[in-house]
């Protein structure tokens, strides 16, 4: 009688060299972390970033720090680590499909999630297609989520720490998307056990986090929703700070956050001018905000 199988760490039939991971890489703590443990454990490692903005226009803005580090971050990361990394350019799709959805829902009066969008739509679509483009085995990300092996298959899990689980912007991913995919942080208990991770296999983004400015690619967003409010005030920063920060709320990365704030800003500009309005101003944009009772003080 044939013994089963022997599986790797990631649920596979095949030692850990002969195995290809695609790690999606946005250039933060969670990513590099997934991407340094599985290099550590042996893994054929390729890294994938996606482009999502103007990286040429980020890094000529002084002030679009969290906009123009992400891919070079992840780069570096790649490079220490000795694995080979790709960047896709992806904008207009991202535009198209995540961004022009947003700024309309919510112009609508809706407060719209569109982290699930961007997971649905191009992360868990067309990437997924490129890591097998790529002969990968699988492809890991940074979410924070357990996949679990239930007697139909894959099954999406709430991650170990409910603080940190994101399992509400993943509950679009299908079963045959799952057998692809690998979520291997969703066992830690806290973020802090994410950091020493990081700092145990020398990812080099450890101390990068919440505190940093916040600045879309073109530069126009000058807040920070964690600290120093005076960064911000009246007017559009007002808007664009309560946007971002509800955004931030839901759990959105902090540079995809202030890209999407300001789309909402040009696409609420645009239809004004279309329509013969006056500009939208900061009550007009929290007013749904605050209808839902998220926070967001006048």
Not at 35 to 53: F, R
Not at 113 to 132: G, H, S, T, W
Not at 188 to 193: D, Q, V, Y
Not at 204 to 216: D, N
């Amino acid at each position: 009688m044939p013994l089963d199988p022997v599986l790797n760490s990631l649920g596979l039939p095949k030692a850990p060299a002969d195995t290809r991971v695609v790690v999606a890489m946005s250039g933060g703590v969670d990513s590099s972390v997934v991407a340094a443990m599985l290099k550590g454990e042996g893994y054929d490692v390729v890294g994938v970033t996606l482009q999502l903005y103007d990286h040429g226009a980020a890094l000529a803005k002084k002030r679009a720090c969290c906009a123009g580090r992400d891919i070079h971050d992840a780069r570096n990361v790649a490079d220490a680590l000795n694995f080979p990394h790709y960047v896709l350019d992806y904008e207009s799709l991202f535009r198209e499909a995540v961004i022009e959805e947003f700024a309309d829902s919510y112009l609508a009066g809706a407060t719209p999630v569109p982290c699930i969008r961007c997971n649905e739509r191009v992360k868990f679509k067309d990437l997924l297609q490129v890591a097998r483009d790529l002969d990968a085995d699988c492809m890991a990300t940074g979410h924070y989520i357990r996949r679990e092996v239930g007697p139909l298959g894959a099954e999406l899990h709430m991650a170990a720490d409910p603080s940190r689980d994101q399992s509400y912007f993943l509950f679009p991913t299908t079963r045959e998307q799952l057998e692809f995919l690998r979520f291997p942080l969703g066992h830690l208990t806290s973020k802090a056990e994410t950091r020493a991770l990081a700092q145990r296999h020398g990812a080099m983004v450890v101390l990068k986090g919440s505190g940093s400015l916040v600045a879309a690619p073109d530069g126009r967003l000058n807040v920070c929703p964690w600290g120093n409010p005076g960064m911000a005030s009246g007017g559009m920063g007002d808007l664009l700070t309560g946007v971002v920060a509800a955004l931030l709320a839901q759990g959105c990365d902090a540079w995809l956050a202030a890209c999407l704030g300001v789309g909402l800003h040009a696409r609420a500009g645009d239809r004004a001018a279309r329509q013969g309005e006056r500009g939208l101003v900061a009550s007009d944009l929290l007013a749904p905000l605050r209808a839902l009772g998220n926070g967001i003080d006048e």
